[in-house]
């Protein structure tokens, strides 16, 4: 089954799916800057564009580019920002 998902007015859309690896969404992020809560560990891989990232217990943004990716512990929250449409994979473990 896919699920559809939408978040911010429509600025952030993906797609979800499960696997036998677990659960996992697809989508793309419009420019903007957006809080993000997390209920399980997730794994963040940036697709294509590139967007910057301030992850829980930092203070420093970091840039993360296509090919990159970034993980982030279950129940906390982290923030993007983006200047272009980037397109991201993230998998919930």
Same mark, same amino acid.
């Given at each position: 089954m896919i699920t559809e998902n939408q978040y911010f007015d429509g600025k952030v859309k993906s797609l %979800? *799916? !499960? /696997? @036998? !690896? %677990?659960?996992? /969404?697809? %989508?793309v992020i419009n420019p903007g800057e957006y809080t993000f809560g997390t209920a399980q560990k997730e794994i963040m891989h940036v697709i294509e564009g590139e967007l910057t990232a301030l992850l829980p217990g930092t203070t420093d943004w970091q840039s993360i580019k296509a090919g990159s990716n970034f993980e982030v512990p279950a129940n906390s929250s982290f923030k993007v920002k983006t200047s272009v449409q /980037? @397109? *991201?994979?993230?998998?919930y473990r």
């Amino acid at each position: 089954m896919i699920t559809e998902n939408q978040y911010f007015d429509g600025k952030v859309k993906s797609l %979800g *799916y !499960e /696997t @036998a !690896e %677990g659960k996992s /969404t697809v %989508g793309v992020i419009n420019p903007g800057e957006y809080t993000f809560g997390t209920a399980q560990k997730e794994i963040m891989h940036v697709i294509e564009g590139e967007l910057t990232a301030l992850l829980p217990g930092t203070t420093d943004w970091q840039s993360i580019k296509a090919g990159s990716n970034f993980e982030v512990p279950a129940n906390s929250s982290f923030k993007v920002k983006t200047s272009v449409q /980037t @397109a *991201y994979l993230c998998q919930y473990r």
